[in-house]
Each structure stands twice: as structure tokens, then as C-alpha cells.
């Protein structure tokens, strides 16, 4: 049964995959449309066609390898110098611009003047190009509220769910044994020096009454030194006296939930009860929010990440919680989710959660101002109106259309390093992948 819950996981995530790459695309194609840009593809997926139908002027269709999808616009480059289309050089990095530039008009047909792609305004390009994102952002935004608001989120209580035996670095956690972490030369946590225990519920710190986590746990990280601590215990108030020390420990947002990185502060020792609770809008879009600014700092730490990738691929090395992930990654572990022994509600919910993550990853990964992603063609429409204006306002000749097509060498040299990362990650979520328990 495990493991066809597995196979049921990823087969729904593929399929939630494969919805997010339509409507990102979906995005694109309609506004091409409607600024009368002709569109002769919209697919999804690469490789070998397996179906297709032609409607209008546009075929659609599926593809055998369910890893992206694109349409195809026409007159996406604007013409060489020379007023051609397909200027031939000995010099490969003008073959790889003539080659972009021929691609962009091969299937150009009579009546096609006025319906390609660079034609268009700056603003109107950028609409094209920002559709795209744009939707996996909605996307993103309406599965993330509607878990928040109408399920809930896993949410720490003041309460405590267990007291930890020692102190023990964040950084150290992953190479201990899980079961048995602590040795002989860890000091003991002040939590249980103190005389802390599970179900002890905290109602005031220093003097100051306890409203809820976040505030919790601000107190205890900046509030290294001795403490005066009430909690709840069976029906009754017990005064405790703590001495906090300090200790690296996970980064935390604004709601004190944990994220990626470590920071050195103030340290009790004793992991917090949870519960689901539903959000109110405000807080959905806090909790968004936070979100937002996590995967933003995660994307723009990439690089950083690309040893120990590499050591996990292929040192054996322990593969990190926040490791990145691609496709096959996350595919697995939305088997692991539909593999839990969770009520099943919980387990839809965590897959709804995994896919709205996808979505809003996908909108920030194409907002990169390099080609060939949608970002790096904004960009280019960006600077053609900048240049435009300019010439404007100081009264000189229109300087054209910004020819994106130009920078196609670095487009190439940047599509060689995602492809490198990605088969880095492929061949590490293959041979050591992360888990959901960890």
C-alpha cells in the first residue's frame, strides 16, 4: 500500500507540474494574442509530439518529456544590420546571433509584417513576457490562500513538546545520530537544568505575559543571561529560573516559523507543540510574504550551494534539508507525502503546499534578468524604451529596436550553466536525495 501511495504522489505532482507549465504558458500565449502576435506553437513538455491539433493559426499539443513547454512567436529578434534575416559569418558567435534571428523567422508567411513579435511596443513586450510568471505568481498566491484561510498551517503554541537533553549547534543537528545525539562533552540544555517539561505551557518571561510563539521565541534568542520564567503545569503556576545561554541556531521569520541559515543567539532548549490554525487574510499574506523573502534569498544563494550539491552527488556526503531540489526531487517527495500515515486531508494539503511552492519558484527563477528567461527579454524590452526616450528627450534620431538577439552568446553560455546545475541536482535527488523527514 506504501507503496503505491508513492507512485499516486508523484503521478499527482506530475500532473500539478505539468498544470503549472500550461498556465505559465498559457499566460504568454494569451497576450500574444491579443496584442495580434502570431503564435504557430504552444506546448507542453520537450521532445516527441504526442498529440497536437491545430486551431487557428496556433498548434497545441503535448510532449514526452514533461520537464517545461513553450510557445514559439514569431519575428522574436528584429532583422540584422543589413536589413536580413540570415547573414551568414565565419565567426561562431555571429552564427549562434544568425542562427537565433533565422529561427525567429522561419515560419514567417505572407501577411506576417505585421504580426511579429519585436514590432511590438516596449510595454506591450513586456506584458507578453511577464504573463508568463505572472501566472504561476496567481497560481502561487490562490493555492497558498486557500490552504492558509481554509485548512491551516502547521503553527508552534507556547506549549512545550519536548525538552532537549543537551545543547547541540543547528550546524552540528544533521551529522548526530537522531535517536541518540548527544555526547558526553554537550552541555546540558538550560531548559532542563531549569526543571522544564513537556506540557508545560509558558505564561509570562521576565515579567511580560506570553501571547504566542513568535513573541516566545524573540524573547529567548535575544534574551541570553538569567530569566524568570512562568509556566502552567497541571492546572498551576510554577515560577522557573533559566539561564539562557547562546547557542547557532535556525534563522526564524517574522512568525517565528524556522528557515534556511543559521544566526547565533540566545538558546532555552526545548522544541514547541503544534497545531494547525487557520489564517486570517492578513496573516496569509505575512506568511506569503516571509515566503517570498526566503525564496528569494534561497535562489541568490545558488551558488554557494553548488559544493555540497556536488559532495552529495558524489562524496556521499549528507544531503541538506535545504538543499536545492529539481523536478525529480520534488517529485519524490510528493511520494513520500502521499506515503505518510497522515490523515489524508493533511496529505493533500502538504501536496497543495509543494505545489504552490513549484509555482512561486518558478515565477522567481523566471524573473532573472538573463536570457533566454522570460526576465532577460523583459530586460531588453526595458532597455529599448529606456534608449527610445532618451533619444526623445534630446531630440535625437530613434535609435530602433534594441536587438536582443545579440546577446544570444551569453544566452547560450547561461542556458550551458542551468543545464550543468540542473543535471548536478538531477543526478543528486537521484543517488541522494532529501528527505521529507529530515
Not at 565567426?91 to 514567417?108: K, N, T, V
Not at 492546572?235 to 539561564?243: A, E, N, S
Amino acid at each position: 500500500m506504501t507503496a503505491l501511495m508513492t507512485v499516486l504522489g508523484i503521478v499527482v505532482f506530475v500532473v500539478g507540474l505539468m498544470v503549472s507549465i500550461a498556465w505559465h504558458e498559457l499566460g504568454h500565449l494569451s497576450t500574444a494574442k491579443m496584442f495580434k502576435i502570431r503564435v504557430p506553437q504552444y506546448m507542453v513538455g520537450f521532445g516527441p509530439t504526442l498529440w497536437s491539433r491545430k486551431k487557428g493559426d496556433t498548434e497545441y499539443g503535448f510532449k514526452a518529456i514533461p520537464l517545461g513547454g513553450y510557445i514559439r512567436m514569431i519575428g522574436m529578434f528584429p532583422p540584422g544590420e543589413d536589413g536580413r534575416i540570415t547573414a551568414r559569418s565565419t565567426s561562431p558567435w555571429r552564427s549562434m546571433i544568425e542562427d537565433a534571428r533565422s529561427a525567429a523567422f522561419e515560419e514567417l508567411q505572407p501577411g506576417d509584417e505585421n504580426r511579429l513579435f519585436y514590432t511590438r511596443k516596449p510595454w506591450k513586450r513586456v506584458i507578453v513576457m511577464f504573463a508568463g510568471p505572472f501566472m504561476n505568481l496567481i497560481l502561487a498566491v490562490a493555492l497558498f490562500l486557500g490552504v492558509f484561510m481554509g485548512f491551516g498551517v502547521n503553527t508552534n503554541t507556547t506549549v512545550i513538546g519536548q525538552v532537549s537533553d543537551c545543547v547541540i549547534s543547528q550546524a552540528d543537528t544533521s551529522k548526530r545520530d537522531p535517536a541518540n545525539p548527544c555526547t558526553a562533552k554537550d552541555p546540558v540544555a538550560p531548559a532542563k537544568t531549569a526543571g522544564f517539561q513537556a506540557g508545560d505551557k509558558f505564561l509570562s518571561f521576565d515579567g511580560r505575559p506570553v501571547k504566542n510563539w513568535a513573541e516566545l521565541s524573540e524573547d529567548i534568542r535575544t534574551g541570553a543571561g538569567p530569566a524568570t520564567v512562568v509556566v502552567e503545569r497541571d492546572g498551576k503556576q510554577v515560577t522557573l529560573h533559566p539561564t539562557i545561554t547562546t547557542n547557532v541556531v535556525a534563522k526564524t521569520d517574522s512568525q517565528g516559523n524556522y528557515l534556511d541559515g543559521t544566526v547565533k543567539a540566545g538558546f532555552l532548549g526545548f522544541s514547541p507543540a503544534s497545531h494547525i490554525e487557520q489564517l486570517g487574510f492578513g496573516a496569509s499574506v505575512d506568511h506569503m510574504g516571509d515566503m517570498a523573502r526566503q525564496g528569494v534569498s534561497s535562489l541568490v544563494s545558488l551558488p554557494k550551494r553548488i559544493p555540497d550539491l556536488w559532495n552529495a552527488a558524489f562524496n556521499g556526503a549528507p544531503r541538506k534539508a535545504d538543499s536545492p531540489m529539481g523536478v525529480v526531487g520534488a517529485a519524490r517527495v510528493g511520494g513520500e507525502v502521499f506515503a505518510l500515515k497522515e490523515p489524508a486531508i493533511d496529505r493533500i494539503m502538504t501536496m497543495v503546499l509543494l505545489v504552490a511552492g513549484f509555482n512561486l519558484s518558478l515565477f522567481l527563477f523566471n524573473m532573472l534578468p538573463l536570457l533566454p528567461l522570460d526576465g532577460g527579454h523583459i530586460a531588453g524590452a526595458l532597455w529599448e524604451s529606456l534608449r527610445r526616450h532618451t533619444a526623445r528627450v534630446f531630440r535625437k534620431p530613434d535609435p530602433g529596436p534594441f536587438d536582443v538577439a545579440k546577446l544570444m552568446p551569453v544566452a547560450y553560455v547561461v542556458a550551458g550553466i542551468f543545464v550543468s546545475f540542473t543535471l548536478l541536482v538531477l543526478i543528486a535527488d537521484v543517488v541522494n536525495p532529501v528527505k521529507l523527514s529530515s
